[in-house]
Every structure is written in C-alpha cells, then in structure tokens.
C-alpha cells in the first residue's frame, strides 16, 4: 500500500493543490485520475505562484512523474499552452506522464458546452471547457482518445465519421456555426504531435511503481458533491472526484490506497447552479468572500458561501471512506464572532442527518446550526495547534468529532508554510 487520495469534499476549491503538494514532496509520482482543464489548481512554490487547470500539481516538484491518468479529459490546446506557461516560469515537464486512454477535448465539445448552457440560460453553470461533452462522448463510444490523436490516421478517420453528427447538433440544433474539418485536423495532428513524446500506458506505470513500494498520490480535481454519482445531481461535474473514481480512472486497485484524505475550507463555497443549503446571502458572506478571495481561478466568477455543512460532510466522509481531514482557511473566518456548523437538516418536520438525493426535497429543507463562539486574532502566522485560539481548536476539534474522522493539517492562509501537520503525511 503506497497510495494516498487526496478528494475535496465539498464543492471544489477547498486547496487540494496545497495539499497534494505536501504528499508529492516525499512521493515519486502525483496521478490526476478525472476532470479536465475545468479545475483551478493554485500552487506555490516557493514565492512562485502557479495557477494550474490542466497539468497536475506535481509538475513543479523536481524527480518526481506527474500523470495525467486515463480517467482524465484532455484539452490539447490548453495543456500545451500551460505548459508553454510553467516553462516560462522555470519549470521543465519532461517528467509529465499522459495516459494513451484519457479521452481528448474537441472543438465541438467545448462549442456545444457553451451552445448547450447558453440556450438553457446556464441551467448548470458548468465551466464552458467542453468536459461534459467530452465524457458524453466517452460514455456513448464515440470518443477520441490520446492514443488515436497521436495517430494521424486513426484520429483523421475518426474526425470525418464523427464529425458530422457534431456540426448537425450545433447547426440544427443550436443554430451555431459548423466546424470545420480540415482547420481541427491540421491543429490537432499538430498538437498530438507535441505531445506524443509524453503519452504511456500509465496504469502499466503505475503499477509497475507500486510493486516496487513507490509513493504516489491521487490528486482528485472538484468535489465530492460534484461528483455525478454521489453529487447534488444534476449540478455536478461530469466524473467521479470521490475516492472511487481513482481506481478507475488511474487504473489501480483499492488495495493500493493507504489513506484517503478529505480536504475541507473551514466554511463552505460553490460556483455554478444546484442545492447549496447552508448559503448565506448577507454580510457574512460578503466577508468572508471577500477575505477568502472567493472567485474562480478558472472563470473567475464570485463563489457563493455559507457555513460549514457536517451533514454534507458526513456523505463525502461515507462516499470516499475518508481517513483524515485536511481543514483549509480557517484564517477566514477570524473577526466573526460566531461560527456555525449545521448538524443535521429538517424536512417536513422530520429531522434528516444524511444528504438528500432529490433536488426537489432542498426546497422545503431547513437546515439546524450548532454555533460556536468565534475568533479575533489574525492567526496567519500561528505554526502550532495549540498556539490557536481556543475558540479556533474548538471549532477545528468539533468537526472532527461531527465527521469522526481525524486531523491531519489545518492552514491559515494560501502560503504552503501556512498550512501545520498534526501527523506526518506518510505514516
Ligand atoms: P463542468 O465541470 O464544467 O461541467 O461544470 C459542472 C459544475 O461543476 C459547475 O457547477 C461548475 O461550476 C463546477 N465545477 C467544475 N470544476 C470546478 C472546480 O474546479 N471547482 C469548483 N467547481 C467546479
């Protein structure tokens, strides 16, 4: 056993990538197992800033592979620009990894993501990256792999069949404009040529790693409640962030996993549409988004906030088997006077302590706080626990006794030298 899952277990943007990157510091290879340029990574290393969507996180720690697994959907164009954009800043990416079975983002994926989210009055609130599409397609059969794009043959033989039924969609059914086939063809050889150089059969790779005892790390992109089958359906993201989705989307077996740790904002934020029971609308979440810098590194649109959610937090402790807990930003909250957790929600009278499937059911929620008393103190250069305000270890305790599950770190800002172990990282 020499894997560790590192899963966002709320709506995404809980600071994964920090997170990660105290793992892939001792480790020999970080894996991003699903999702696509759609997930915002930001990074420090060092004094340097790295605001990754498309590579994993590990690609700026030296001697070590970072691997884009099959489960994956790949923007060619994006990730070339990135990685353009990371050797400008001094990094070299002759240790990325891309599996010859993730499946490839096409033009009219991403043109048929924005046609679709436009007519529905953007009825998701997805990202407009094409990643539903593109999994759409994968799901259906119809999809282009890593392995035919780096063929010429097999990926212009492909284009010209599927094609058609793309550009029917978006003329007849979008009224949008028809793609055409020569000006992808030519981009995308071009861009599988680029990239050819980096793709493997990375499952192989990977278990070749984990025979010999080697460290590696799953770095999940979203959150539990986006993932499609375990997320506030139909809002959700278009794969599987929970624990489960790395055995399938890196190619290794449960067994291989040592630990899976959930990664939590002290409170709550959410980009896009669907079920948000603890959003606050008043000054509170003004503060708190403000202070937090809430706002995409993707899209950059303004995320909506709320309170800490244990219930929605007890289905991602479920749903992934979380062992630890990575709680992120408590720095935030310092000046509110009170904090407050929701425990448990009432619908129809009737107290629920788990997560509802049915959207229908939020509309009649009302949702129990536990309030806590809060915090002044600019805790941003606290390095120890105990050195935190007890209000601040109480809150912290308490959510670890509401999800039972252990601490493994908390942060008090973005910097990696704000984020405190209560445990090392590889046990
Ligand atoms: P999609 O992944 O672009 O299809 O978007 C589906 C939903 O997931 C939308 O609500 C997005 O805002 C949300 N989403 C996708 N990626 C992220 C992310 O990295 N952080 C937070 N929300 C995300």
């Given at each position: ?67 884009l ?52 009055n ?25 392995a ?42 071009e ?57 399938n ?18 409170y ?35 995320r ?14 479920q ?32 107290a ?32 120890k ?33 704000q ?9």
């Amino acid at each position: 056993m020499s894997g560790v899952i590192v899963v966002g277990s709320q709506w995404g943007d809980e600071g994964k990538g920090k997170i990660v990157d105290f793992f892939a510091e001792h480790a020999d290879a970080v894996v991003r197992y699903q999702g696509g340029n759609n997930a915002g990574h930001t990074i420090w290393h060092g004094d340097t800033k790295f605001e990754l969507s498309a590579l994993p996180s590990g690609i700026v720690t030296k001697g070590q592979l970072a691997i884009l697994g099959n489960g994956v959907v790949i923007n060619p164009e994006a990730l070339l620009a990135e990685i353009k954009e990371v050797e400008s800043q001094g990094v070299t990416v002759e240790n990325l990894i891309i599996s010859n079975r993730a499946h490839v983002i096409m033009p009219y994926h991403i043109a048929l993501d924005k046609a679709s989210e436009t007519a529905s009055n953007n009825r998701i609130g997805t990202t407009k990256k094409g990643i539903g599409p593109a999994y759409t397609d994968k799901i259906s059969r119809v999809g282009i792999r890593v392995a035919d794009l780096i063929d010429p043959e097999i990926f212009g033989k492909l284009l010209k069949e599927y094609l058609p039924f793309k550009n029917a969609q978006l003329t007849k059914l979008y009224g949008e404009e028809a793609l055409d086939y020569n000006e992808i063809y030519d981009k995308y050889v071009e861009y599988g040529r680029q990239l050819a150089p980096y793709v493997t059969d990375t499952s192989y790779l990977l278990g070749q790693q984990m025979k010999e005892n080697k460290r590696v790390v799953f770095e999940g992109a979203q959150g539990v409640m986006l993932d499609v089958d375990h997320g506030t359906y139909p809002f959700v993201t278009s794969s599987n962030p929970t624990a489960g989705g790395v055995m399938n989307g890196a190619g290794v077996g449960p067994k291989q996993i040592q630990d899976v740790v959930g990664v939590i904002k002290a409170y709550t934020s959410r980009v896009g549409s669907g079920p948000f029971p603890t959003e606050l609308f008043n000054d509170t979440a003004d503060h708190i988004r403000e202070i937090g810098h809430e706002y995409g590194v993707v899209t950059k649109r303004p995320r909506r906030i709320g309170w800490l959610d244990a219930v929605a937090l007890r289905h991602a402790v479920q749903v992934s088997g979380l062992t630890k807990l990575a709680i992120n930003s408590l720095d935030v909250l310092s000046g509110l006077k009170e904090v407050k957790i929701a425990t448990s929600y009432t619908y129809k009278g009737e107290a629920i302590h788990h997560f509802p499937a049915s959207d229908t059911w939020f509309q009649g929620l009302d949702v129990n706080f536990e309030t806590l008393p809060g915090w002044d103190e600019d805790i941003t250069d606290v390095t120890k626990f105990d050195e935190l305000p007890i209000n601040a270890q109480n809150y912290l305790n308490r959510i670890s006794e509401l999800l039972e599950v252990d601490l493994l770190s908390f942060a008090v800002g973005p910097k990696p030298e704000q984020t405190h172990l209560l445990r090392p990282v590889w046990e």
